[in-house]
Structures are given as C-alpha cells and as structure tokens.
C-alpha cells in the first residue's frame, strides 16, 4: 500500500516568477526507506513542506497515510513527523525539557514511546540537563530525530538530516534509520549526498524541482548508459581542459583524484591512441582505467 502519494505537485515562489516543484507525480510504499536526492535548491524542502501541511501548492494533490493533504491537515499533523533541515528546537530549554514540550505537544508522554526513541536517547540521556543550544551538531541531530519520533509517526520526514554533521555521526545516524525501519515506520530522506542515496531502497534524483528518475539505487546505477572511465595524470587541472576539448571525449567531470570521461569510441585501439595523444601533449604519470558508474555519475548524466 501507497504511503504517500504526490499527483502533478507544483509550487512556485516571487508571484510565479521562480519555479521550486515542477509537476512532481512519486508513490511511496509503506514502511519504505526512500530517497529524495538532488543538491541545494532542487526542490527539496518544499516537497516536504506540502507533505507536512506546511505550505499549499499551486496546484496538484497528495497524500500522506490515506489523507489528503489539503482537507485532512490536522490528521496529517498527528501520524507525521517532521524533522527540518535547519535545526528548530528550543534553544533555551535542556535536552529533557525539549522533548517533553513535544511530548505534551501530542497528548503522548516520554514514558510511553520510550522504546522506540530508547536507542538514540541513551546518547542523550548524559547530557539531559544541557541546554539544546549548547550541544554538538551530532547531538543536535539526535535531539531533533528524538523530538520528531516521540508521538510514533506513521511517516517520518527528514530533511537534509546529516548536513553539517561529521562523518562518525552520518554513519550513526544511517544505522538507527534502518532501525526505524524495522518498526514499520515510512521514511522519507532528502540529501544532497549522493553517497547517501546507496543506503535507501529507491530513490528520486532531484533537479530544478523536476525529477529526473525513481527506482532502487542498483537500477538506477545499472541503466548508466556508456562505458566510464577514471583518469588522471600529474597536472590534473591541466588534464581537464583538455579532455574537455579533444572530440573524442562525449563528457569530461573532475571526482575527486580522477576525472570521469565517456568516449565516442570505446574500442581498444581508440583509447591506446587518446593515451598516446595525452602523453603526447605532456601529460605525465598518466593512469586510466574502466570503472563503474555511481549515482552522481547517473545524476549528472541525467542533466544533460
């Protein structure tokens, strides 16, 4: 069964004048672990805004847990939870404080949902009387996720949830999202980490508010169309121009210690010859070698 369900959603902003969601249709299943991905202003946050209640869009319809996100706003309000990607708890209250006020919020208690915010509240719990103000991105995080769990929501929103964390507590967070799942809760993720987007069953790749593609991560990966190829060589920038300009290269993307290329001729003799040319022209240590796609590979394919 569909958990959430988006049926040509548009949203624009400045009087129409800038376009955020572009006739967004997506189904998401019940107790799916799913990705919205795409970079900072891709249309993220307003998709979760209209799924939450929070802002109408121009036009289209939508669902969250069988209800109608115009006609049933407080029942929506009361199975959802929603953690935003700028941190919005009460900076002056304590970690404790903090999620009672939610608590309360929903007519529910600490007590009674202990169990299945427990995992990530024992991380907490030292640090109960501090103010949330006070504490570290990481913790935040938690504190934040906390909040947004106390009332057991059917569908949990989460927007840009590890952005400005470091990469110990990325990993943490992933680990009690999958956690989460097993309680039979749906759960939405935006992020503009594309490495991210391999932990989540399906995906949507997220562009100028239109998407581009949905389908688990392995597929999605799997239709990459070309054969790619890593390259690199010491004098890596002037390597990019080059590659840019020779006609032989169809797309040229600098990852990291290498660059991505796909060739219009990928024949064995063809790319001894660009070796040969390159090393030519002065490129030293040069290395090139077939590798597999990965989703920003896919998302920037998708873009052009």
């Not at 569909?2 to 998401?28: E, F, H, M, Q, W």
């Not at 869009?57 to 935003?84: E, F, H, Q, W």
């Not at 690199?232 to 121009?241: H, S, V």
Request: charged share 25%.
């Amino acid at each position: 069964m569909p958990d959430v369900v988006l049926n040509n959603i548009s949203k624009t902003y400045d009087k129409g004048r800038v376009l955020a969601v572009d006739k967004v249709s997506l189904t998401i299943g019940e107790g799916e672990l799913f990705g919205l991905i795409g970079p900072d202003g891709a249309g993220k946050t307003s998709i979760f805004r209209i799924l939450t209640t929070l802002l109408l869009p121009d036009s289209g319809d939508a669902t969250v847990n069988g209800y109608d996100i115009l006609k049933d706003v407080k029942k929506i309000r009361k199975k959802v939870g929603y953690m935003p990607g700028k941190f919005s708890l009460y900076q002056d209250l304590t970690v404790e404080e903090n999620l009672n006020f939610f608590a309360t919020l929903f007519e529910t208690s600490i007590s009674e949902n202990y169990s299945l915010i427990k995992d990530i509240y024992v991380q907490l719990e030292p640090f109960k009387h501090r103010r949330a103000g006070k504490l570290s991105g990481g913790m935040k995080q938690k504190l934040a996720l906390c909040c947004a769990l106390i009332h057991r929501p059917e569908v949990l929103f989460l927007d840009e949830p590890t952005t400005g964390v470091d990469t110990v507590s990325r990993k943490e967070f992933w680990t009690m999202l999958k956690r989460l799942k097993q309680e039979g809760i749906t759960i939405i993720v935006s992020t503009p980490y594309m490495d991210e987007a391999t932990l989540c069953e399906r995906i949507a790749l997220i562009q100028d508010g239109h998407i581009m593609s949905v389908d688990t991560p392995e597929n999605i990966i799997e239709k990459y169309p070309n054969p790619l190829y890593a390259i690199k060589a010491t004098n890596m920038g002037a390597l990019l121009k080059e590659l840019r300009l020779l006609k032989e290269v169809t797309s040229c993307n600098a990852f990291g210690d290498f660059h991505h290329i796909t060739l219009q001729n990928n024949e064995d003799e063809k790319l001894e010859a660009l070796k040969v040319k390159l090393r030519d022209s002065g490129h030293s240590n040069l290395e090139m070698k077939q590798i597999k796609a990965t989703i920003e590979d896919c998302f920037i394919e998708q873009m052009n």
